[in-house]
């Protein structure tokens, strides 16, 4: 395997604990487009994937892009036509964005971890299926600063969706990296498959997401707890004090 001089991170459920930020932002979402209407909010979320504090890791809230969701939820909303799916797309966007601002709490010392990295010469990218703009807003509302990253990349940035390789692909284009010199590092099957359809050297798992640990050992290299034990991963050495963690992995870990 070539040396790994690249990191690109997923981020909800990778740099911030999915279901402490998701599932109150999905639900205060679905309670808005509902008007209040508690019941039709819970069939909404039902219907993509949310049942109480359990999430399909393989749902369209669990892997989908703000339209893809929207066109989930559209037809108990009554709405058909193409425009109005394109505002309600908007709409959601715009309050996932602040479900992020209200509800986003980061899985470990971010500024910490990846000033680390930053220090040893690695190159940082973030590819989600949050929009661009929601990407900005969650790294905000954890203090993190767009400038921590030398790449970017939402649903709507031109580079295609997960699980294709088109961001993985941006990414190396940018660093001017080949993807199998570039770890992918995710919680969900959709950052693994990008990873692989787009070569990267190393795929890694982490468990403060969607899925369990059995599921990720069967389609990442490694798994881990979170993110914060890259750097034994990537640089093993007696002396490194790992970046403070949560503590906290996935309620459905095995």
Known sequence: MDAIRGLLFDKDGTLIDYMSTWVPGYRSAALAV?????????RLLA??????????????????????????????????DAARLGDFAARLDSLFA????DHARAVTDLNRLLGRFRARGYRLGLATSDSHEGAIATLAAVDVAPAAFDFICGFDSGHGT????????????T?????????????????HEMGRAAGAGLCVGVLT??????????????????????????????????ATSTGRTSPWTC
Do not use: Y
């Not at 509902?34 to 819970?42: N, Q, V, Y």
């Not at 602040?98 to 601002?101: F, G, M, Y």
């Not at 660093?175 to 950052?191: C, K, Q």
């Open 209 to 242: 997401g969607t899925m369990t640990a059995a599921a990720l050992a069967r389609i990442a290299d490694v798994v881990l707890d979170d993110i914060g034990g890259l750097e034994q991963l990537l640089m093993p050495a007696p002396d490194i004090e790992p």
């Open 162 to 173: 997960k699980p294709g390789p088109g961001m993985v692909h941006a990414f190396c284009a």
């Open 98 to 101: 602040q479900a992020c601002i």
């Open 47 to 80: 219907g993509s994937g949310l049942v109480g504090d359990r999430l399909d890791p393989a749902s369209t809230l669990a892997c989908g892009t703000s339209p893809e969701i929207a066109a989930s939820w559209a037809p108990a909303l009554g709405i058909s």
């Open 34 to 42: 509902a008007d209040g209407d508690a019941a039709l909010a819970e």
């Open 175 to 191: 660093v001017g990296l080949e993807p199998r010199e570039v770890a992918m590092i995710g919680d969900n099957a959709h950052d």
